[in-house]
Each structure stands twice: as C-alpha cells, then as structure tokens.
C-alpha cells in the first residue's frame, strides 16, 4: 500500500456505514468517468474544503486536526 492509499484508509477509517456507502459510490463514479483534468481536482477540492470549513463543527472536526490534514495535502 502506498502513502496515498494509507491517507485514504486512515481518512475513512472513522466513517459510519452510511458515509462508506457514499464513498464507494463516489470511487465507482470516479472510475466510470474520464480522467479528471487537474483543474477539475483542484475546484473540486477547494469547494470541498470551504464546506468542510464551514461544517467543522457540526462534522465535529476541531480547527487543528483540519489544518494538520489541509497541510499535509500541500506536501503531496
């Protein structure tokens, strides 16, 4: 396993059942549909993160495990 799928495993490893369903239907839509250009990931992520910001608390993310994995992306 490679340190991206390691991220992805630890990222979903505290999801309830409903939200892995969510997560296998999105990586089945992923794998159905043309590479994405890598302006599409980038807008896809930063409107993903502005929800999750705005969220944080009814997600019960604190600000600094947010800002740990947000910075952890950039080195990537």
Do not use: H
Request: charged share 40%.
């Amino acid at each position: 396993m490679n340190s991206l799928e390691k991220i992805i495993m630890e990222e979903i490893s505290a999801l309830d059942d409903m939200r892995l369903i969510d997560v296998i239907g999105f990586i089945r839509y992923l794998k159905g549909e043309k590479p994405f250009k890598k302006s599409q990931v980038t807008d896809w992520f930063d409107a993903a993160l502005v929800e999750i910001r705005e969220r944080r608390e009814e997600l019960g993310i604190e600000p600094a495990s947010l800002n740990v994995k947000t910075r952890r992306r950039g080195k990537q």
